[in-house]
């Protein structure tokens, strides 16, 4: 930026100041207008952007620090420089507390101003270099709405690339909460069907019975209830994707019933006798270990390795953690469009994200951010923000600091953590793991825990 294509308002009640300072700016090259008072100034700048301000601290009506205030409201980007005759130490620090650049004494040198505006459009300069830079940054570090610059979800991103110029099947392996359903639906946003529909189903939520209705549809009067003829999910999806999420909770019959799609392409209605075709792309994703799966016999061979044309794994959020400062700018973005709110993460804070294991991912994180923005007093989110339930005191015979321990013993000591810090209150502890609290119910039960502190009411209301 240089002094020709920078735009500066004076501020100033004086006529002889505004001309005067006008005079010198014009003659180092700067686009100047002026405002004799601060409302006048307060409209301008909601009519126009300003790079520089010179704003006079004493004026009738609205004064230079309430000018200041409004200024980093309205254009929080621009520099305000605060000119007085009265200088004391009092009002220089309550003009640089409230976001001021630098303070000017009257009667000021011409030559010292013009060092001054060297500084600043210097210094504005650097910011948008630094701004261009992050954007390169972060474009460089994206796969749409996928964050990351680890090298392992760089492989990822360019397996995803390549997967979806095809029309293959997928399937995306990883735990829960680690993005397997962005991934999904940005796959199918770099695709060819990118036009049609993307249609996500959880294959862990229904009944058999249900599931096979939502996925096929059904025929009316196919089953009790069944008042009128309904599509399904493949139907819905025509043209576009279908994914299908938790794909190793499905029964036999409906694992056969898949396969039969998958090899032709066709399918009947619940109830129904006419064949449908049908034209969809099928990514598939599980948490589970589909070929431990398969060794045990709970899941069919043929239908593994139909779906595991083009398998993606994606790693959790624990093996990659250099990419939480990334997710961490990514999600603030996020939360102030959709909070109209603006905070940033202390250092320490930060320190507390990286020290975590995040048994629940990146969704985890997320939970953990919009938490820490909505609890935050002002606009920096410091670690008693977060709701992190500090490390346990170790047990006699648990394993020792630094020595590994399974995932089940990992997840099982967060959620305790978790329901400890809560008083036993299971459904703000699910909100902060991620999880519904059907499921957390399931993994009280499955790890034998206890919920100290839990009211008598079941629904851990």
Known sequence: MTGENTRV???????????????????DGFQVSSAPEGRTAVEMMKRDRWNVMLVDLKMPGMDGL???EEARKLQPEAAIIMMTAYATVDTAVTAMKLGAFDYLVKPFDPEELSLLMQKVVAQQSLVRENAVLRKALKKEHRFRDLVSKSAAMQRVFELA???????????????SGSGKEVLARTI????????GPFVAMSCAALTETLLESELFGHEKGSFTGANARRKGKFEAAAGGTLFLDEIGDISPKLQLDLLRVLEERKFQ???????????????AATNKDLKKAVTDGSFREDLFYRLNVIPVTLPPL????????????????????EMKKRVKVSPEAMGALLAHDWPGNVRELRNVLERGAVVAQGDVIKPSDLGLAPAPARAPGTNAPGEP????????RHISEVLGHTGGNVSQAARLLGIDRVTLYSKIRKFQLRRDGEESDPSGN
């Open 161 to 175: 690339q390549v997967a979806a110029r095809s029309n293959s099947t997928i399937l995306v392996l990883g735990e």
């Open 269 to 283: 209605r619940v109830g129904g006798n006419e064949p449908i075709d049908v034209d969809v792309r099928i990514i």
């Open 9 to 27: 308002l004076v501020v100033d009640d004086e006529e002889i100041v505004r001309e005067s300072l006008g005079g010198w700016l014009q003659e």
């Open 405 to 412: 321990v399974s995932l089940e013993e990992v997840e099982k």
């Open 66 to 68: 309430q000018v200041l």
């Open 188 to 195: 199918h946003e770099e695709s060819p069907r990118a036009g």
């Open 318 to 337: 624990r093996d990659r953690k250099e990419d939480i400062p990334l997710l961490v700018e990514h999600f603030l973005d996020r939360l102030e469009a």
